[in-house]
């Protein structure tokens, strides 16, 4: 049932990334719910499990882009892995540690990337330009990341809901 809802999960948020994106768009900056996902994985599920949902997603998000092969599924992994193993130290329900972690996996998923293109590729980027659209991205992905995570967990809540049984 699980491998169900995640297969869903990612259909639905594929059909985000892909379709509805354009839509939410602010200044050519888009947010990245599949790092909202990988995120959510870390602070809610176990690591192990985080760093697979962030690899799987983040290669099926590689395969759509065209892009270089690899890297979402790189840094999509490392973050739910990351935040997976800091989950039992914080308090993932808090508002401000949500914002927050949303906010830091953003601009490391961001430096990830810079250090991929420019470091390795040796592509040309204005960094300044990439920073500043990166920043806009963390505020943006930090302000969609708790109603998403609300949503993630009522169906969670769904799915592991037990059955009461009572004394007669």
């Not at 599920?45 to 979402?72: C, E, P, V, W, Y």
């Not at 800091?86 to 998923?109: G, H, P, W």
């Amino acid at each position: 049932m699980f491998i169900l809802v995640m297969t869903f999960l990612g259909i639905s948020i594929f059909i985000l990334e892909t379709v509805v994106i354009e839509f939410f768009a602010i200044g050519g900056v888009k947010p990245d719910f599949i790092l909202i996902i990988a995120i959510y994985s870390g602070l809610f599920l176990n690591k192990n499990i985080a760093a697979g949902i962030g690899f799987t997603f983040g290669l099926i998000q590689d395969a759509l882009s065209f892009r270089l092969m690899g890297i979402n599924s790189l840094s999509k992994c490392l973050i739910g892995f990351s935040i997976g193993s800091l989950r039992e130290k914080i308090l993932s329900e808090n508002l401000l540690v949500q914002y927050l972690f949303t906010f830091i996996a953003t601009f490391l998923n961001g430096v990830i990337f810079l250090f991929v293109l420019k470091g390795l590729l040796l592509m040309e980027i204005k960094v300044l330009s990439f920073l500043w659209s990166l920043l806009i991205q963390g505020i943006y992905n930090s302000l969609l990341a708790p109603p998403i995570f609300l949503l993630l967990n009522r169906i969670k809540m769904l799915y592991y809901k037990k059955p009461v049984f009572y004394k007669l």
